[in-house]
Each structure stands twice: as C-alpha cells, then as structure tokens.
C-alpha cells in the first residue's frame, strides 16, 4: 500500500458529489480517479476546495485550507500551478492536466515546473502535442481517461426512435450543431429529436461566471422545441446511462479546447453511435466507421447524422461495435497506469 496525495484547487466538490449532481470532466475524473486508487488498497488522502472533512468510498477529503502532508510515495498535482509546490517531499510527483498545455508555456508554471520536475501526464496524443519538446517536464506520459462503471454494462438493443442526445457543454459549438439541425437534419428526419443535457450547473461557480455567454445558447434551444429540439438540462451519472440506452445517437462537432471528451466515451461505452467533426481529438474516441464517423464540414456531418437515425442495419452494427470494442477501459485500468508511471508496481 502506498500513500497518495491528491490536490485540486479549482470548484468546491468532495467524494460525494458526483453521485448527488452533474459535474465536469475534469472534476470528475479526480474523483474517479482518486476512487480507484483507493480501490486498489493505497491510502489516498485528497485536500481540494471541499467544505469539510470526509472519508468517502476509502478516500480522506480535507479542505486545502487546512494544509497538505510534507510527504507522500506519490503525490498528484491536478491543473493548478499553485499546487505544484506541496508535498515537498513526495517521492514521485504528476502533474495531471486536462486543458491544452498552452497555458503551462506561462512563467508562473515553467519555473515551477522546472524547479520540481513532475511527470506531466496527458490524456491522449492530440493533447500530448500541445505541449512543446522544449518545455518543462520531469516526464510525459499518456493515460486515458477511465470510463465509469455505470456506463460499462448496456446489454445490445434493438434500433430506437430517432433520438440524438447532446452532453456537453453548450459553449462547445451547441449553436453549430442547432443550425445543422433546424438546416439539414430535422428537414430529413421528421420525427427525429434532439435531447440537450447540458447546463450551467455542472460547472458549479465557473459556470456561473459564464451564465452570460451559456444563457443565449441554451435560451435558443430552447426556443426550438417545434423543431424537435428538448432542453433537458445537466443530469447525475446515473439518469444519464437511463438516457443514453434511450438513444439513437450522440451528435457533437468537438472543440479546439477538448482533450479526451468523456461524453463521446460515455455514450460509446453504452453502444450509442458518435457522429463528430475531426477537430482535436474527436478521432480518438471513435473507431471510424465501426463505432461512429469522424466527418469534415457541416454537409458531411448532417448526411452521416441521417444515416444512423434512419437505417436500422447501420446503426445495428456500430452498435454492437461499441459494445464490444469501447468498453474495455475503466478507471482500475487507469489508475494501474499512473501505479506504473509512479513505480508503485
């Protein structure tokens, strides 16, 4: 058994919240990721922005108020510069981030980065290269992002109604896909619907702080019910995998800022087809023409769309692909690899 440190200075969460309301990918994979650790029988101990003391699913939760130990076998520094400095003397260090590296190029984190040397861990290639050579690192590894458990036991089914869902966050080209829609989808589908699970609460007081920019979009949506569009708001995990197994297919263009996208990995874990545009790293989360379509231009998108809404034998066979082939990879699986990375195994 190890000792594990993990830190996060971002939104207000604790080992409970993912079970009791939505949250963001990052936050969530903290959580999952701290979890599984503890699973796996170390002694995690995470010191975040939670309101109180907590021990949940064999994690210790301590405000980060409150100090961090001086020592740990491996300490994890999630995002934030300010944390690369803690648990001096660790005796290994990652720094997880979950955002393109650009931002690491800034002299707050060089210095620290030069000065501690962690290991910077990336969640797939794509967002690997956006961090150049020249930079700053005790290392770079790659680890995927888990899947979580619930979305990883969908039994095959038969083709549903033409129902596509939408799980990200609005700001993430939410108004492109509305105009392919109302355009070039809905036109050819009559009875098709688009089911919108996405809100400003899932990113707690960040998103508040774009309540401005969300709200339009999501009062558009809205807006549109005549055109088969629902707005259903951000949902815990466990209706989410109620819903998905409901539908037909996710729809999402993808975004320069994405660097895994565990909506996409979600919905193929239940077996529902992806349709994406090829921007950052879309084509990762797919196997192309086996589990989803990778497309270009909102023409090719919108035509790709109506295939797995309308021919049943099409999206009989991503479906069954997805089961078989993008449900392999869970947090255990993750977690085993920052053991590696970490030399605790």
Known sequence: ?????????????????????????????????????????????????????????????????????????????????????????????????????????????????????????????????????????????????????????????????????????????????LDVWVERIRPRVANAELHIFAGIATYGAAGQAKAGRMGPVLERAQALADQGVVLRGPVPKAQLVEELAAARALLYRGDI????????????????PAVLEDIACMRERVIQGETGTVVKGAEAFAAASIRVLTDDAHWSDLHRACLEKQRSWGWDEAAAEFERIAGLR
């Open 1 to 177: 058994m190890a000792s594990i440190v993990m830190t996060d200075d971002g939104i207000v969460f604790d080992g409970s919240t993912l079970d009791e309301r939505p949250l963001g990918g990052a936050e969530t994979s903290f959580i999952e990721m701290a979890n599984a650790l503890a699973a796996r029988g170390h002694d995690v101990q995470v010191c975040n922005r939670c309101e109180a003391p907590m021990t949940y699913k064999g994690v210790r939760w301590t405000p980060l108020a409150q100090g961090t130990p001086d020592e740990a076998d491996l300490y994890i520094a999630n995002r934030g510069d300010k944390l690369l400095r803690l648990v001096p003397g660790a005796r290994q260090m990652i720094f997880w981030i979950h955002n393109p590296a650009g931002y690491l190029l800034k002299w707050r984190y060089q210095w620290k980065l030069a000065l501690r040397r962690p290991v910077i861990v990336f969640s797939g290639a794509s967002h690997a290269d956006t961090y150049p050579g020249w930079a700053f690192a005790g290392g770079r590894d790659i680890v995927l992002y888990g899947v979580t458990d619930l979305f990883r036991h969908a039994t095959p089914r038969t083709p549903p109604p033409p129902r596509a869902v939408f799980t990200s966050n609005p700001l993430r080209s939410l108004d492109w896909l």
């Open 257 to 272: 800022g994405e660097t895994f996208c565990s909506a996409v990995a979600e919905a193929q874990a239940m077996g529902v």
